[in-house]
């Protein structure tokens, strides 16, 4: 989406870049936008894109619904509502017995209205929908919203954690063995699988994933290794539960551990550690030998 009247000369070079990802509209006639726009002023309306050299009924029709005129003409072109349907909007209009300008951001009087009468060839029931709630809420992001960890003030370091604390945090990876989270200190905690979940817990897949915001329960504080010990069972009583962490750890990697300290083939030596020792250390165990 492109405001265009909101940029000035000096933007013009990254308008030119951003308008050149709109559909229809290509580095070429990005800068013939630019440049009349430019040497014109502000664009009044959508329909007056069309008097830019080589943007003819075609881009027009793929770009016109993914730019906005805001205080232009036509309150629609301030909105998602695509050209091709302002006829619909003026149906909708002449049904409430009112303009638009008292029409947009009126939710009672649009709430109140059935999109099945304005339904027809042109404009099926999905489509009519989707106008009325633009011009319930014009100029709406349409996308889910994203909802970040909010991390504890004051809590920043490993210095600040203490035994018990309960935070907010994101989880950053998951493994066989639990995952690991973010809790806004420069280093990321971990879960153990044995600490997720008040019943077994097979996968840690199936409790959270990457991007999850979760809270968790400080259960242990290692300092001098960096070693963060969490739960999600927050009732869970802190400093308790790290030595069961330990023993879950060491016994869920065990055949693997014997898989890897087999003979190489070629060298007669045994494997190394690999992934799994590496992982085994970022949890504040020590690898098998």
């Known amino acids: 989406m492109v405001r265009l009247r909101q940029w000035r000369s000096a933007s013009s070079r990254s308008a030119s870049t951003l308008l050149a990802r709109v559909s229809g509209i290509g580095a070429g006639l990005a ?11 502000p664009f009044a309306s ?3 894109l069309l008097k830019v050299p080589r943007l003819g009924p075609k881009a027009f029709e793929q770009c016109a619904g993914f730019l906005r005129i805001t205080g232009g003409e036509d309150p629609l072109d301030a909105s998602a ?3 091709e349907s302002y006829p619909l909007v003026r149906r909708i209009i002449a049904a409430t017995k009112s303009d638009i300008h008292a029409l947009i951001g009126n939710t009672a009087a649009l709430r109140g209205l059935s999109p099945k009468s304005f339904a027809d060839d042109t404009f099926g029931l999905p489509t009519v929908t989707d106008i009325l709630r633009e011009l319930e809420k014009p100029g709406r992001d349409p996308r889910p919203a994203f909802k970040t960890a909010e991390f504890k003030e004051g809590v920043e370091t490993l210095n600040d954690l203490k035994p018990g604390m309960i935070l907010e945090g994101v989880v950053t990876n998951v493994a066989a063995f639990g995952a690991f989270v973010d809790i806004g200190v420069h280093q990321d905690g971990l879960v153990h699988v044995s600490a997720m979940s008040k019943t077994f817990v097979k996968d840690p897949r199936e409790v959270v994933k990457p991007g999850d915001i979760v809270r968790v329960k400080v259960l242990d504080v290692d300092k001098p290794r960096k070693r963060i010990s969490l739960t999600l069972r927050l009732d869970d009583e802190a400093g308790a539960a790290s030595a069961r962490q330990a023993t879950g750890a060491r016994s869920s990697a065990g055949h ?3 898989r890897s300290s087999k003979p190489d083939k070629n060298t007669g030596k045994p494997a190394a550690g690999g992934a799994l020792a590496d992982a085994l250390r970022r949890a504040g165990l020590n690898p098998p030998r």
């Open 46 to 48: 959508r329909q007056a």
């Open 256 to 258: 693997q551990s014997q």
């Open 31 to 41: 800068q013939s936008i630019v440049s009349h726009r430019n040497a014109n002023g």
């Open 81 to 83: 509502v695509h050209p």
